[in-house]
């Protein structure tokens, strides 16, 4: 049975994407999920079939390791800098500008 990672999963919408071990993307329909909902950088293990249109999809598919529910995968959630921060910024750039002239 392949394996793989949850690459996004869309619960409202019922319906995802997957990298299988190789690094195709395979698409999840939520009816396909056994167990509990799927989260992003879970780790699944799956059966391969063919859509309509052509595309492979992935049918059958179980949980073998939950991803941290705080920790979206492959992305770090800072705060964006404030316009203070910017500005401040800005004017750190000038004035090594003024330095080095």
Excluded: C
């Excluded at 690094?23 to 799956?46: H, K, M, N, Q």
């Excluded at 000038?94 to 330095?99: E, P």
Aim: charged content about 35%.
């Amino acid at each position: 049975m392949p394996s793989g990672h949850v690459k996004v999963f869309h619960p409202d919408r019922n319906f995802g994407f997957l990298v299988s071990e190789s690094g195709e993307e395979l698409y999840i329909a939520g009816t396909e999920v056994s167990g509990e909902p799927l989260r992003s950088g879970d780790e699944v293990e799956y059966e391969v079939a063919d859509t309509e249109n052509g595309r492979k999809a992935a049918t059958g598919i179980s949980v073998t390791k939950q991803a941290p529910a705080d920790n979206p995968v492959g992305r770090t959630m800072v705060e964006p800098p404030s316009w203070d921060e910017l500005e401040e910024r800005e004017r750190q750039r000038r004035m090594a500008r003024r330095r080095r002239r």
